[in-house]
């Protein structure tokens, strides 16, 4: 049965896909598209613009909520996202804003995330979490008092990009030794080949067929879940990088519980449990103050889309 609400439009545009889904006011998807994501603004306005078309006056959609990678102002203007090439100060909204019907908001795509998990998913109930998505990337979604945290311009919880060891490797950014660097998926997938190509992880490197430079970090996790020692080892050093994080954050932010999402959290425990162990003797007082749950994400990689259509709302009557 729908939820009471018109229901809204929810788009998350990542790096490699564009995901486009009808959503009522309980979070349920009514309706959704998978597409390539386009790599120049123009083309990504036309598909957006052609799938809603559709979308829009078959489900009675009242407004469109976008969450994109990148330092998105209070206009909804992404003013740069190193994972995007094409976004350097481009007025998304207002693109947007011309080709569609309903009123448009654009988001950072971690906020988007946040948001659907403190509405529908793992944070429900809880005034302050903080949720980071572990991907091609990091990003970070604050949830400060029951609401989200923007900061002064909107920029607020880039994460991936708190300089973590300034002698380490560069980041996508062009910064060295960021979070990003070497807590991503990506950064899995580097650690993996390295280990490969020092004849430290035979098991990884039977799952890449024998080719170190093809070792991805799916091939440490399957190697992980299965209990080899190379794989769990991976895991367990990647796992301590990601744990530290996780501890800054917590000693200044306090959270009640974590929430991660991202491509890296359909790991589940083998990704999880050497986490939360790692993040217990980090964590200042760990002994001495309330745990702080560490949970995969409940919408998974619908948290975005979900999340998005869940802040397009605020712009309906």
């Known amino acids: 049965m729908r939820a009471a609400g018109a229901p809204t439009l929810g788009i998350d545009l990542g790096g490699t896909n564009l995901r486009i889904g009808v959503v009522d006011a309980a979070g349920a998807i009514l309706a959704e598209v998978r597409l390539p994501a386009p790599s120049e603004v123009d083309a990504l306005v036309y598909a957006i613009g052609a799938q809603a078309d559709d979308l829009i006056p078959a489900h009675g959609v009242r407004a469109v909520g976008v969450g994109t990678a990148g330092m998105i102002d209070r206009d909804g203007a992404v003013r740069y996202a190193p994972n995007l090439p094409m976004f350097i100060d481009v ?46 990337g990091v990003g970070g979604g604050l949830i400060v008092d029951g609401r989200l945290f923007r900061g002064a311009n909107g920029f607020a919880g880039e994460v991936g990009h708190w300089q973590f060891d300034p002698h380490g490797p560069g980041c996508a950014c062009g910064e060295a030794g960021h979070w990003e660097a070497v807590a991503s998926g990506t950064a899995l997938g580097r650690l993996a080949r390295a280990r490969a190509e020092q004849g430290l992880a035979p098991g990884v490197l039977a799952r890449a067929g024998g080719d170190a430079t093809a070792v991805r970090g799916e091939h440490a996790g399957e190697s992980a879940a299965a209990g080899e020692a190379d794989g769990v080892a991976i895991l367990g050093a990647f796992t301590e990088v990601v744990a530290l994080g996780f501890a800054g954050l917590t000693n200044i932010l306090d959270p009640e519980l974590i929430v991660v999402s991202g491509g890296l959290v359909e790991l589940g425990d083998v990704l999880l449990d050497p986490l939360r162990s790692a993040f217990f003797g980090h964590v200042e007082g760990s002994a001495h103050r309330p745990p702080v749950p560490i949970v995969a994400a409940e919408l998974g990689d619908a948290s975005g889309m979900v999340g998005a259509a869940a802040l397009a709302r605020e712009l309906t009557p």
């Open 91 to 136: 007025p998304l909204r207002a693109l947007l804003a011309e080709r569609l019907t309903p009123p448009v908001m654009v988001d950072n795509d971690a906020n988007a995330a946040a948001w659907g998990e403190h509405r529908h998913g793992a944070a429900r109930g809880t005034s302050n979490a903080l949720v980071i998505t572990l991907g091609t």
